[in-house]
């Protein structure tokens, strides 16, 4: 790369960084979290807006496709979400530890295969057709449709809940924890409708799934129970140098690794940067967490300076918000799929022995649809499985729902001060990571 492709770079950099912190601070001020302003940020910068100022305005900014500019700045969101996971891995306590089994049960029993099963039966006798892509006739279109109704957001809700400083709490353990299984099979859904309309000579279906859910079973399970124990014993190695004198440097070559394996296995690498941070401070027990509070801080200070605003910044950047915008069907989906959600997911918390207060605040959290949702639609949207105007309504309705439940849970927060009778303290805003250690209340820049 030389010193002119370079230049294009820095200046992406600038502007998206500072429009991205301007709008975030604007956005906490307004009560809502810091992303919701980033996206927008995104969003302005996009074709979309930027480019009715100037043709190909946006393209000149964040660089045509395979340019090097797009290529680093690709980059760079990648890395700011897997810091982003990395540290919510860190942060998560008792995630799938045997008091979340019950609750866990039945939020993925009633509270995500009922609503998938009752859009895949909508989806099959509604009059859906104009909402349907050139190859989404038949199964295809109403497993995609059911799997955004039914996901979770993994790094939008890692970040509420880290803008909180609630991201220790059983409430963040437990709403992760059933995310993680169900973006299992949100994937595992993915490969089922794409693999329906593939061509012709292509891995089979079944062989395929089965792989893909084996392998990713697999790793999640090594990583959420040997692997912390595997790493409790490196860590205490006097041969060691890195955990003794650079525990910064052996926390993000631990990250890297752990993602590269995903990779490797072809696993979600989100996955891996998340079960990275969590086997890093030991696992359920978090044994570790104290031995690398300062690593951790550093990199969180680091991360949600530069990384991680980036990166929601890139995702707003890259929303397709022009043609085939539909109200009628953004309100169908985004109003029915979350009342079926939210109306599921507080039947189960209500089974597992919760109060109503803190089964809306799992309903409404469980509903945030984020990043998943916006990767679901656009696959299946360049897959040929949905029509733009649908697709419109899969990403409207993950910022929809994500904005609600920040704003929701920090509501909740300041009026009882508990989550699942749990107390939580210091949480009274959503601005930068408050359980970040070693940050002082005159570095927490935003203060809603």
Same mark, same amino acid.
Request: charged share 15%.
């Given at each position: 790369?030389?010193?002119?492709?370079?230049?294009?770079?820095?200046?992406?950099?600038?502007?998206?960084?500072?429009?991205?912190? =301007?709008?975030?601070?604007?956005?906490?001020?307004?009560?809502?979290?810091?992303?919701?302003?980033?996206?927008?940020?995104?969003?302005?910068?996009?074709?979309?807006?930027?480019?009715?100022?100037?043709?190909?305005?946006?393209?000149?900014?964040?660089?045509?496709?395979?340019?090097?500019?797009?290529?680093?700045?690709?980059?760079?969101?990648?890395?700011?979400?897997?810091?982003?996971?990395?540290?919510?891995?860190?942060?998560?306590?008792?995630?799938?530890?045997?008091?979340?089994? #019950?609750?866990?049960?039945?939020?993925?029993?009633?509270?995500?295969?009922?609503?998938?099963?009752? $859009?895949?039966?909508?989806?099959?006798?509604?009059?859906?057709?104009?909402?349907?892509?050139?190859?989404?006739?038949?199964?295809?279109?109403?497993?995609?449709?059911?799997?955004?109704?039914? $996901?979770?957001?993994?790094?939008?809700?890692?970040?509420?809940?880290?803008?909180?400083?609630?991201?220790?709490?059983?409430?963040?353990?437990?709403?992760?924890? $059933?995310?993680?299984?169900?973006?299992?099979?949100?994937?595992?859904?993915?490969?089922?409708?794409?693999?329906?309309?593939?061509?012709?000579?292509?891995?089979?279906?079944?062989?395929?799934?089965?792989?893909?859910?084996?392998?990713?079973?697999?790793?999640?399970?090594?990583?959420?129970?040997?692997?912390?124990?595997?790493?409790? #014993?490196?860590?205490?190695?006097?041969? %060691?140098?890195?955990?003794?004198?650079?525990?910064?440097?052996?926390?993000?070559?631990?990250?890297?690794?752990?993602? =590269?394996?995903?990779?490797?296995?072809?696993? %979600?690498?989100?996955?891996?940067?998340?079960?990275?941070?969590?086997?890093?401070?030991?696992?359920?027990?978090?044994?570790?967490?104290?031995?690398?509070?300062?690593?951790?801080?550093?990199?969180? #200070?680091?991360?949600? =300076?530069?990384?991680?605003?980036?990166?929601?910044?890139?995702?707003?950047?890259?929303?397709?918000?022009?043609?085939?915008?539909?109200?009628?069907?953004?309100?169908?989906?985004?109003?029915?799929?979350?009342?079926?959600?939210?109306?599921?997911?507080?039947?189960?918390?209500?089974?597992?022995?919760? =109060?109503?207060?803190?089964?809306?605040?799992?309903?409404?959290?469980? %509903?945030?649809?984020?990043?998943?949702?916006?990767?679901?639609?656009?696959?299946?949207?360049?897959?040929?499985?949905?029509?733009?105007?649908?697709?419109?309504?899969?990403?409207?309705?993950?910022?929809?729902?994500?904005?609600?439940?920040?704003?929701?849970?920090?509501?909740?927060?300041?009026? #009882?001060?508990?989550?699942?009778?749990?107390?939580?303290?210091?949480?009274?805003?959503?601005?930068?990571?408050?359980?970040?250690?070693?940050?002082?209340?005159?570095?927490?820049?935003?203060?809603?």
């Amino acid at each position: 790369m030389t010193e002119a492709q370079v230049g294009p770079i820095l200046i992406a950099l600038v502007v998206l960084l500072g429009v991205g912190h =301007a709008l975030g601070f604007a956005a906490a001020r307004l009560g809502q979290p810091r992303f919701v302003g980033e996206i927008v940020a995104g969003v302005l910068v996009g074709p979309h807006v930027l480019d009715r100022v100037g043709s190909g305005a946006s393209a000149a900014l964040l660089g045509e496709q395979g340019s090097p500019t797009a290529l680093v700045l690709g980059f760079v969101s990648w890395l700011g979400l897997l810091l982003l996971m990395f540290v919510s891995g860190s942060e998560v306590r008792r995630v799938l530890a045997r008091e979340q089994r #019950r609750p866990t049960a039945w939020i993925l029993g009633l509270g995500t295969a009922v609503p998938f099963a009752l $859009v895949v039966a909508a989806g099959a006798v509604l009059p859906l057709d104009p909402l349907r892509g050139p190859r989404g006739q038949g199964a295809s279109f109403v497993i995609v449709l059911a799997a955004a109704a039914a $996901v979770t957001s993994i790094p939008v809700i890692s970040r509420i809940f880290l803008e909180l400083g609630i991201g220790h709490t059983r409430f963040a353990s437990l709403v992760l924890g $059933v995310a993680m299984v169900e973006d299992v099979a949100l994937f595992a859904a993915l490969a089922v409708a794409t693999s329906l309309v593939a061509d012709p000579g292509t891995t089979p279906v079944a062989s395929e799934v089965a792989t893909r859910i084996a392998v990713t079973v697999g790793f999640l399970g090594l990583g959420l129970v040997v692997a912390p124990e595997v790493l409790r #014993r490196v860590q205490t190695l006097r041969m %060691n140098v890195l955990v003794r004198r650079q525990r910064v440097a052996y926390a993000l070559l631990l990250m890297l690794a752990y993602t =590269a394996l995903a990779a490797a296995l072809d696993v %979600n690498v989100v996955f891996g940067a998340f079960l990275a941070g969590f086997g890093m401070v030991g696992g359920l027990g978090g044994a570790e967490r104290e031995r690398f509070a300062g690593a951790l801080d550093a990199i969180g #200070r680091v991360g949600f =300076a530069t990384f991680i605003p980036l990166y929601f910044v890139l995702v707003g950047a890259r929303l397709e918000l022009g043609g085939g915008f539909s109200w009628s069907a953004l309100v169908l989906f985004l109003v029915g799929s979350s009342l079926v959600r939210i109306g599921a997911v507080w039947l189960s918390g209500r089974a597992s022995g919760f =109060a109503p207060a803190d089964a809306t605040d799992l309903a409404i959290a469980m %509903n945030a649809r984020g990043g998943p949702g916006i990767v679901l639609a656009t696959i299946a949207y360049e897959a040929g499985i949905i029509a733009p105007s649908l697709f419109t309504a899969f990403v409207a309705t993950a910022a929809v729902t994500s904005q609600l439940a920040g704003w929701w849970l920090g509501r909740a927060i300041r009026r #009882r001060g508990e989550l699942l009778g749990e107390p939580v303290q210091g949480a009274h805003g959503v601005g930068l990571v408050r359980s970040m250690p070693g940050m002082s209340s005159s570095e927490e820049p935003t203060r809603p």
